[in-house]
């Protein structure tokens, strides 16, 4: 994991280019068979210290640096801003401050770590010092967390659809295939979303991960939509 100036001259690394920390994590089922990305994730036996297919990353006000660790991991650890390890949290499972593919990370203005805890669909949220406090449930395999500067909420789910949260966990607003047809979906596989300052949404789309069901076929993937806000 890099960190880069806006040219690309990078300033920092974190961690070593392929070393991934050992997890037990395989895509490689019995008998030698390439599992289903959905069913490799299963694989990660342990967490790890960094990193194994990082996922995201999130600033604090102090600097401070949160990663979300992730496709090989089960994990979530926290920097200094000039990158030393302070402490890490999580292992594989489904109680909480655990995890099964810590999907994205972002930090409100209360300085709570939210977590994207993808297939245990869910949204964990921590203090800094990776202490528990609570969870969402409404969301689907979410894969990313954006919060504007209103403090709204904003989660990219493989569902696929997109919801719209408060601080508190309240609904505000989702949508998706709904009212589509399987020729033409709206969402195929979202994995991030971003808003801009007129509070208009962005969904990217990842490719490569499904084939034959009508609704999530790759090849019907629109990589980039945007969204304006209802004024």
Known sequence: MNKLTLDGKVLMTLGNKGKPSDTGYTFVGEGGKQLHIMEAIYTTKRGGPPFNAPTGVALAASGEIFVSDGYGNARVHKFTPDGNLIMSWGEPGSGPGQFIVPHAIAIDACGRVLVADRHNNRIQIFDQEGKYLTEWNDVILPTDI??????????????????????DGNLLARWGNEGRTKE?????????????SRGDVYVAEVMGIYQGDPFLDTRKTRMIQKFTRKK
């Open 146 to 167: 954006y919060i504007d500067k209103d403090q709204v909420v904003y989660v990219a789910e493989l569902e696929p659809r997109l919801s719209i949260f408060d601080l």
């Open 184 to 196: 033409d979906p709206l969402f195929v596989t979202l994995h991030s979303v971003v808003a801009d």
